[in-house]
């Protein structure tokens, strides 16, 4: 799953989808790196999957779905890298790409920690924010509580029968073990389930607003694909009533992190990929380093109009802003995207 954005350290960096809905304020100073690239034909965010394993077999993961790649061939079936192939990879593409931010996904992160030990200093020291999203199957190296340029971010999907059950290896019990020292965000995707109780999310806030670990916690909402018919899926009503939920929630626990910006995004999400902010920002390559994955971190066929993915909520959220009261931000970045893409056929 895995498909967010962490919080940021307090130094000013550049705009990406962590700033967005970490509270840090976006000023102009921030948004001309991240505009300085679009406007000469870039994607100013990258998003990885680093490799196609993973000890989990969660309910819900669209990793794995049959359509997540480009329908011919699965992420189990690609052929992935390790060891120096690995590492000197995804620096290749840092430099190909120069984004601003990369999120680290999979499959699991950590299952090639080793990697990542070497990785994670070279890109801090290219001045890349990087975002790792992780089940904290296994111990995350204490080391990386010391890099500045690394967000991490842990997926606990609901409270420890739910979670336990769905996300077995990566427990409870392991997950506590295995952030021991590091401080992080929580990040929970409320899938229908978790709705059935009043005060289902209420306690979960409640666990973990009490843990020193977790520097704040994140709700993001399932997103589902084109026909999809699970579980896990929000009716309209259910999200209506999420939506009422979430910000008493945030309001009883500070650790809960849901700026007006971020529930403005889930209560208009965009209605298709084109319309997306984030999408058109992010270029998403899978575990061979090659494969794209379209239209988004999702692959498949999302659908957008119950997107509960928090990056692209925030920035659809950012899009309706009018510049000078005048310009909404999204016509002024598909502009921008537009001149772009021009400028860069003219520069091939
Ligand atoms: S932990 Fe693994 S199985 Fe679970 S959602 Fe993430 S990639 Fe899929
Ligand atoms: S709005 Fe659509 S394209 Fe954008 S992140 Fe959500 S599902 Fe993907």
Not at 99 to 124: C, N, Y
Not at 133 to 142: E, G, L, M, Q, Y
Not at 192 to 204: H, N, P, V
Not at 225 to 244: F, I, V
Request: glycine residues 6%; positive net charge; aromatic residues 6%.
């Amino acid at each position: 799953m895995h498909r967010v954005c962490a919080q940021t350290h307090t130094a000013r960096k550049p705009l990406c989808p962590t700033r967005v809905y970490t509270g840090d304020q976006v000023t102009h100073s921030d948004l001309l790196p991240a505009w300085g690239r679009i406007l000469r034909g870039h994607r100013p965010l990258l998003s990885i999957e680093i490799t196609r394993e993973c000890p989990l077999r969660c309910l819900g993961c669209y990793a794995y779905g049959a359509d997540h790649l480009d329908g011919l061939v699965t992420l189990r079936q690609l052929q992935d890298y390790r060891g120096d192939d690995l590492v000197n990879g995804i620096l290749a593409l840092a430099r190909r790409y120069h984004p601003i931010h990369i999120s680290i996904v999979g499959g699991e992160p950590l299952v090639r920690w080793r990697e990542l030990d070497r990785l994670l200093p070279k890109l801090d020291a290219m001045g890349i924010e990087v975002q790792l999203v992780t089940s904290a199957v296994r111990p995350i190296p204490i080391a990386w509580a010391a890099i500045p340029a690394l967000h991490l971010t842990v997926s606990v999907d609901g409270l420890p029968p739910e979670h336990d059950r769905r996300r077995a290896p990566a427990t409870y019990a392991r997950i506590l073990q295995n952030i021991a020292g590091h401080s992080l965000i929580i990040h929970c995707t409320v899938t229908r389930q978790m709705l059935a109780r009043d005060d289902y999310l209420d306690e979960f806030a409640a666990f973990w607003s009490r843990r020193s670990e977790a520097r704040k916690i994140w709700f993001s909402i399932y997103t589902p694909q084109e026909g999809e018919q699970s579980a896990e899926r929000l009716t309209p009503a259910d999200r209506r009533l999420l939506l009422e939920r979430l910000p008493q929630v945030a309001a009883r626990f500070p650790k809960v992190y849901l700026p007006r910006v971020v529930l403005d995004g889930y209560l208009r999400p965009p209605q298709s990929p084109a319309e997306c902010i984030f999408a058109q920002s992010t270029t998403c390559i899978s575990a061979d380093l090659e494969t794209g994955i379209t239209p988004c971190q999702f692959g498949g066929q999302p659908v957008c109009r119950e997107c509960g993915c928090i990056a692209s909520s925030g920035l659809a959220a950012i899009g309706r802003y009018a510049i000078a009261g005048l310009i909404p931000v999204s016509a002024l970045f598909a502009a921008s995207r537009k001149i772009g893409r021009a400028w860069s056929r003219g520069a091939n």
